[in-house]
């Protein structure tokens, strides 16, 4: 009873014309990517509209992607109302990740986006209390990313031990 | 307890320079000795065996089976456990409180074995204020209790402390509202008195004398448990909230102490019941007249319903129902078994007005309800037996070993 | 009617005098005595009344998603049953379902049914120890002990079947590992028959019990919308009067081919929405799972239970959202692959996880006993929560 990827997908090009890029995959992984100041008002726009009425936001990962010089924030959206899922894709600049945030739109994105800051390091803007979550609050570095080097200790406490292989 | 220190005093047996209330005092100390270090203290650990086998059973699991026939010697083993570990104190805490604590609730709950009657002569004291006496000294384990909350300086420690303060308080008013009845249908304090205006059969208990004695019975129960700290009322140390509330800072003897002075504590409240409601130590004049045996007899009938009052049926509770909340607790005492108290005083007050002599039909029936209720529960018992052999036979099922699976 | 002579009149400063109350701040955790793990909560309490708990996660964070991609698709399986110990047959099969996906790898049918088999009672486990600690929360110890004897026939069974109690390993990518042993089917409809009672023994001896319902009846109500909101899931969800089980509403593997009923909060003691809908939808499902177990038992067909996965698996590139209806809720797994040996990345988001974010705004104002009933109602483990 919901509407398929590519419906939606034109509903969201028909408000926004050419932000939302084309539509990639297809079933319940169709994606479309998003800019990153335009985040926002994409999912209020998802959100709100009656078709639409995306009143979940499954979940909220961050992928690290190097050789893009993109850190890609994934939104997975799901509607209770129509059973209809979409996927919303937003890079932010690896050097200095921001994008715009949505726990005022879905109350759930507040933790989720305390995760991908914590692990990625990525900022959201108008984030209500935006801090480490996983890990302890001083911890340097964000350990999911891929050129991430663990530090060789942690308040004295050594990180590595030497192997019980050695002779 | 006086004449028996008069007799010896006058058969010579105390030299003769010494006054007679050092006699007294000796005496006091020794009986007070032997029945501490002799009763108490065996009862106490020995009560801890039987929650944990009929725990166990409970729990479809087996319980201390190891040390000793049938794990019998486990609470021994506890103890000497117990005495030989390390005894820390907080460096934070308030030393000489913290270390006080636990004595002064071992002495509220000590100090009223003075005045529980074991048997006819088996008093150490029948003062003529006996019930009231009992009553306050097993009120002073609130401070000993508020004393461990507040030296352990651990919040949650002191959350449990202020609670377990606040039920013991606000239930020792119902408690004492339903002894009430009872003083006012004896017509004294005195224990040896209230068992003696009792006598050895059901119908002559104070228990089954009228309607509101029953029910002040029953709110003396709940009142008495939750003096105890007993579930449903063991909020003050709940273990998944609390770990252990105001004794989560002890260990080693003090820890035990605290746990030996709650188990204590349920054998005072059988006593008490006992005492007060079910006819105490009466046994029927007929059966004996040597004075050895009858003061035996009468001791076993009096630990019997004691303990069966206050020790199993407490066990048999604390295993069946979960723990009330806090503003439950305290709704349940002062919206309800206060005003029930109030109930049971007055219309034990008019019962005796309208009936000064009782009325021995109502005896009979109260008692032939009970014993009604009784009969029905316990064929309810074998018929759920007779479910779980059914159960066991037909769908016993255990793929990988062949131990017997308790159901 | 007054008694003359008897007015007594107190005098109170009333501009800043007068006693002054500071509200506690306690710290509940990581170590206590609940079951639910390394959790610490800070708790803002004026007495017994909390203004505010605080959830403080990451004890247990074991930094699972980066060990995903250094260890490959075959070897991360073992890793997953840690994301949640207690229910581990469905992050095995998130997993190897998530690769099948990238892969374009078909499952043999019997593999199918042993993998539901395997789920279901798994769920059935996590649903014993779920009820057994929110009873043992509330102070009854009884039904804990008693649900603790029924989850170890189960361990029991899957030991039979795949070695291991707790944490299975059992799922491959392309099926299962091993296959249903001879007389296994037998064993476990012997159990069927023997645990259905036993859940309505269960619900004599604690569910309606008056001070176990008077624990949980309105505490914590939460709203469809409120829930729906903070993406609570599984039986949070429909405690809430959400109907939604992604193995009816999107059913993989073969739940289409079995018939069983969602079970949702109706509000029968109280609000829709409670503690205690959250309790008696688990107690629910567990029917539930016995009812797809025996159909499943009777339906398993022949065949093999692995497909022909190369050793050196490298699915194309791509990604994929994957979601199994855990015991805990849906718990959805984000695997995107580069068309290595290795994953480039996995994100689990699980049930508890959101549902400890609720906890903040669902504590306001209740007790500080009430907490633990609330979290006990949602289930939630440290594991799941912090990977």
Same mark, same amino acid.
């Given at each position: 009873?919901?509407?398929?990827?590519?419906?939606?997908?034109?509903?969201?090009?028909?408000?926004?014309?050419?932000?939302?890029?084309?539509?990639?995959?297809?079933?319940?992984?169709?994606?479309?990517?998003?800019?990153?100041?335009?985040?926002?008002?994409?999912?209020?726009?998802?959100?709100?509209?009656?078709?639409?009425?995306?009143?979940?936001?499954?979940?909220?990962?961050?992928?690290?992607?190097?050789?893009?010089?993109?850190?890609?924030?994934?939104?997975?959206?799901?509607?209770?109302?129509?059973?209809?899922?979409?996927?919303?894709?937003?890079?932010?600049?690896?050097?200095?990740?921001?994008?715009?945030?949505?726990?005022?739109?879905?109350?759930?994105?507040?933790?989720?986006?305390?995760?991908?800051?914590?692990?990625?390091?990525?900022?959201?803007?108008?984030?209500?209390?935006?801090?480490?979550?996983?890990?302890?609050?001083?911890?340097?570095?964000?350990?999911?990313?891929?050129?991430?080097?663990?530090?060789?200790?942690?308040?004295?406490?050594?990180?590595?031990?030497?192997?019980?292989?050695?002779? | 307890?006086?004449?028996?220190?008069?007799?010896?005093?006058?058969?010579?047996?105390?030299?003769?320079?010494?006054?007679?209330?050092?006699?007294?005092?000796?005496?006091?100390?020794?009986?007070?000795?032997?029945?501490?270090?002799?009763?108490?203290?065996?009862?106490?650990?020995?009560?801890?065996?039987?929650?944990?086998?009929?725990?166990?059973?409970?729990?479809?699991?087996?319980?201390?089976?190891?040390?000793?026939?049938?794990?019998?010697?486990?609470?021994?083993?506890?103890?000497?456990?117990?005495?030989?570990?390390?005894?820390?104190?907080?460096?934070?805490?308030?030393?000489?409180?913290?270390?006080?604590?636990?004595?002064?609730?071992?002495?509220?709950?000590?100090?009223?074995?003075?005045?529980?009657?074991?048997?006819?002569?088996?008093?150490?004291?029948?003062?003529?204020?006996?019930?009231?006496?009992?009553?306050?000294?097993?009120?002073?384990?609130?401070?000993?209790?508020?004393?461990?909350?507040?030296?352990?300086?651990?919040?949650?420690?002191?959350?449990?402390?202020?609670?377990?303060?606040?039920?013991?308080?606000?239930?020792?008013?119902?408690?004492?509202?339903?002894?009430?009845?009872?003083?006012?249908?004896?017509?004294?304090?005195?224990?040896?008195?209230?068992?003696?205006?009792?006598?050895?059969?059901?119908?002559?208990?104070?228990?089954?004398?009228?309607?509101?004695?029953?029910?002040?019975?029953?709110?003396?129960?709940?009142?008495?448990?939750?003096?105890?700290?007993?579930?449903?009322?063991?909020?003050?140390?709940?273990?998944?909230?609390?770990?252990?509330?105001?004794?989560?800072?002890?260990?080693?003897?003090?820890?035990?102490?605290?746990?030996?002075?709650?188990?204590?504590?349920?054998?005072?409240?059988?006593?008490?019941?006992?005492?007060?409601?079910?006819?105490?130590?009466?046994?029927?004049?007929?059966?004996?007249?040597?004075?050895?045996?009858?003061?035996?007899?009468?001791?076993?009938?009096?630990?019997?319903?004691?303990?069966?009052?206050?020790?199993?049926?407490?066990?048999?509770?604390?295993?069946?129902?979960?723990?009330?909340?806090?503003?439950?607790?305290?709704?349940?005492?002062?919206?309800?078994?206060?005003?029930?108290?109030?109930?049971?005083?007055?219309?034990?007050?008019?019962?005796?007005?309208?009936?000064?002599?009782?009325?021995?039909?109502?005896?009979?029936?109260?008692?032939?309800?009970?014993?009604?209720?009784?009969?029905?529960?316990?064929?309810?018992?074998?018929?759920?037996?007779?479910?779980?052999?059914?159960?066991?036979?037909?769908?016993?099922?255990?793929?990988?070993?062949?131990?017997?699976?308790?159901? | 009617?007054?008694?003359?002579?008897?007015?007594?009149?107190?005098?109170?400063?009333?501009?800043?005098?007068?006693?002054?109350?500071?509200?506690?701040?306690?710290?509940?955790?990581?170590?206590?005595?609940?079951?639910?793990?390394?959790?610490?909560?800070?708790?803002?309490?004026?007495?017994?009344?909390?203004?505010?708990?605080?959830?403080?996660?990451?004890?247990?964070?074991?930094?699972?998603?980066?060990?995903?991609?250094?260890?490959?698709?075959?070897?991360?399986?073992?890793?997953?049953?840690?994301?949640?110990?207690?229910? $581990?047959?469905?992050?095995?099969? $998130?997993?190897?379902?998530?690769?099948?996906?990238?892969?374009?790898?078909?499952?043999?049918?019997?593999?199918?049914?042993?993998?539901?088999?395997?789920?279901?009672?798994?769920?059935?486990?996590?649903?014993?120890?779920?009820?057994?600690?929110?009873?043992?929360?509330?102070?009854?110890?009884?039904?804990?002990?008693?649900?603790?004897?029924?989850?170890?026939?189960?361990?029991?069974?899957?030991?039979?079947?795949?070695?291991?109690?707790?944490?299975?390993?059992?799922?491959?990518?392309?099926?299962? $590992?091993?296959?249903?042993?001879?007389?296994?089917?037998?064993?476990?409809?012997?159990?069927?028959?023997?645990?259905?009672?036993?859940?309505?023994?269960?619900?004599?001896?604690?569910?309606?019990?008056?001070?176990?319902?008077?624990?949980?009846?309105?505490?914590?109500?939460?709203?469809?919308?409120?829930?729906?909101?903070?993406?609570?899931?599984?039986?949070?969800?429909?405690?809430?009067?959400?109907?939604?089980?992604?193995?009816?509403?999107?059913?993989?593997?073969?739940?289409?081919?079995?018939?069983?009923?969602?079970?949702?909060?109706?509000?029968?003691?109280?609000?829709?929405?409670?503690?205690?809908?959250?309790?008696?939808?688990?107690?629910?499902?567990?029917?539930?799972?016995?009812?797809?177990?025996?159909?499943?038992?009777?339906?398993?067909?022949?065949?093999?239970?692995?497909?022909?996965?190369?050793?050196?698996?490298?699915?194309?590139?791509?990604?994929?959202?994957?979601?199994?209806?855990?015991?805990?809720?849906?718990?959805?797994?984000?695997?995107?692959?580069?068309?290595?040996?290795?994953?480039?990345?996995?994100?689990?988001?699980?049930?508890?996880?959101?549902?400890?974010?609720?906890?903040?705004?669902?504590?306001?104002?209740?007790?500080?006993?009430?907490?633990? $009933?609330?979290?006990?109602?949602?289930?939630?483990?440290?594991?799941?929560?912090?990977?």
């Amino acid at each position: 009873m919901g509407l398929d990827a590519a419906a939606i997908h034109s509903a969201l090009r028909a408000r926004f014309g050419a932000a939302i890029g084309d539509l990639v995959g297809a079933g319940t992984n169709a994606s479309a990517m998003v800019p990153p100041d335009q985040i926002h008002a994409v999912c209020a726009f998802a959100k709100s509209d009656p078709a639409l009425a995306f009143d979940c936001c499954s979940n909220l990962s961050g992928v690290d992607y190097p050789k893009q010089s993109a850190i890609q924030v994934v939104y997975h959206l799901f509607s209770y109302q129509h059973r209809h899922h979409f996927v919303l894709k937003v890079n932010a600049v690896r050097d200095d990740p921001v994008a715009e945030s949505v726990s005022d739109l879905w109350s759930t994105a507040d933790w989720l986006e305390r995760e991908v800051f914590d692990l990625l390091g990525v900022r959201f803007t108008g984030h209500p209390d935006l801090r480490r979550i996983l890990m302890p609050e001083d911890w340097p570095g964000h350990p999911l990313r891929k050129d991430f080097v663990e530090p060789e200790e942690y308040h004295g406490i050594p990180t590595s031990r030497e192997s019980l292989l050695k002779a | 307890m006086q004449e028996f220190v008069d007799g010896l005093i006058a058969s010579g047996a105390v030299p003769a320079g010494v006054p007679a209330w050092v006699a007294y005092l000796g005496a006091m100390l020794v009986f007070g000795g032997v029945v501490v270090f002799g009763f108490v203290l065996p009862v106490a650990g020995a009560t801890t065996w039987v929650e944990r086998r009929i725990m166990a059973r409970i729990h479809s699991r087996i319980g201390p089976n190891r040390t000793g026939p049938a794990g019998f010697l486990q609470w021994l083993a506890d103890g000497i456990k117990n005495m030989l570990k390390e005894d820390i104190v907080p460096t934070a805490s308030d030393a000489p409180l913290f270390k006080l604590a636990p004595y002064v609730v071992m002495l509220g709950f000590v100090g009223a074995f003075v005045a529980i009657p074991f048997a006819g002569p088996l008093i150490i004291s029948d003062m003529n204020v006996g019930i009231v006496y009992v009553t306050s000294v097993t009120a002073l384990v609130v401070v000993g209790i508020l004393m461990a909350g507040w030296a352990s300086n651990n919040k949650w420690s002191l959350l449990g402390g202020i609670r377990s303060a606040a039920q013991i308080v606000s239930y020792e008013i119902p408690a004492g509202l339903s002894i009430f009845p009872i003083v006012m249908l004896t017509g004294s304090l005195s224990m040896q008195t209230i068992i003696g205006h009792q006598g050895w059969a059901p119908w002559d208990w104070h228990v089954f004398d009228n309607p509101f004695a029953t029910l002040a019975f029953v709110v003396f129960y709940v009142s008495a448990l939750a003096e105890g700290n007993r579930t449903p009322f063991d909020l003050p140390e709940a273990e998944s909230e609390l770990v252990a509330g105001f004794a989560t800072e002890y260990s080693g003897m003090r820890n035990l102490l605290f746990f030996m002075a709650e188990w204590g504590n349920l054998y005072v409240i059988g006593a008490i019941a006992t005492t007060l409601f079910l006819g105490g130590w009466q046994i029927p004049w007929a059966l004996t007249d040597a004075p050895a045996l009858r003061v035996l007899l009468e001791f076993v009938t009096f630990f019997g319903k004691s303990y069966f009052v206050g020790v199993l049926v407490a066990i048999w509770i604390r295993w069946t129902l979960p723990r009330i909340r806090v503003d439950q607790m305290m709704t349940m005492c002062w919206k309800y078994l206060v005003p029930i108290a109030f109930v049971n005083l007055i219309g034990t007050a008019v019962w005796m007005v309208v009936f000064p002599h009782g009325v021995p039909a109502v005896r009979w029936a109260l008692t032939a309800a009970a014993g009604v209720a009784t009969l029905g529960f316990l064929r309810r018992v074998r018929y759920h037996i007779k479910r779980a052999k059914l159960q066991r036979k037909h769908l016993s099922f255990n793929p990988l070993s062949t131990a017997r699976v308790p159901l | 009617m007054g008694l003359s002579g008897f007015e007594v009149s107190i005098e109170r400063p009333t501009n800043g005098g007068g006693l002054s109350t500071e509200d506690m701040t306690l710290s509940m955790g990581p170590q206590h005595p609940s079951t639910h793990g390394v959790l610490r909560f800070v708790v803002r309490a004026d007495g017994e009344v909390m203004k505010e708990a605080i959830p403080d996660i990451g004890y247990l964070h074991r930094s699972i998603e980066k060990i995903a991609e250094k260890v490959g698709w075959h070897g991360f399986i073992p890793y997953t049953d840690r994301v949640d110990y207690v229910a $581990a047959m469905f992050c095995n099969h $998130a997993w190897a379902a998530a690769a099948e996906k990238l892969g374009g790898i078909a499952v043999p049918k019997r593999g199918e049914y042993c993998r539901v088999i395997a789920d279901e009672f798994c769920r059935i486990m996590s649903h014993l120890i779920s009820v057994g600690s929110m009873a043992m929360d509330i102070g009854a110890f009884t039904p804990f002990n008693h649900a603790i004897r029924e989850r170890e026939y189960i361990n029991d069974l899957i030991e039979e079947l795949c070695g291991a109690r707790l944490t299975f390993h059992y799922m491959r990518i392309g099926g299962v $590992a091993w296959d249903l042993p001879p007389g296994w089917i037998e064993k476990a409809t012997a159990f069927l028959d023997r645990f259905e009672p036993l859940i309505d023994e269960f619900d004599d001896l604690i569910s309606f019990n008056k001070i176990f319902t008077e624990r949980l009846v309105n505490v914590a109500v939460i709203t469809p919308e409120e829930a729906i909101d903070y993406n609570l899931v599984g039986p949070n969800l429909r405690g809430s009067g959400v109907k939604y089980d992604v193995r009816k509403d999107e059913p993989y593997s073969i739940y289409p081919e079995v018939e069983f009923d969602v079970p949702v909060g109706r509000g029968e003691l109280g609000t829709v929405g409670d503690c205690f809908d959250r309790y008696i939808v688990r107690m629910r499902e567990m029917r539930e799972s016995c009812r797809i177990l025996r159909q499943c038992l009777r339906q398993i067909p022949d065949g093999p239970v692995i497909a022909k996965v190369p050793r050196n698996f490298k699915p194309p590139a791509g990604d994929v959202y994957y979601r199994v209806e855990s015991a805990r809720g849906d718990q959805g797994w984000y695997v995107v692959s580069d068309g290595t040996a290795f994953p480039y990345r996995c994100r689990i988001r699980t049930g508890s996880f959101t549902a400890i974010s609720m906890i903040q705004k669902v504590s306001r104002n209740l007790m500080i006993a009430d907490l633990i $009933a609330v979290i006990a109602s949602f289930d939630l483990v440290a594991p799941e929560i912090d990977r």
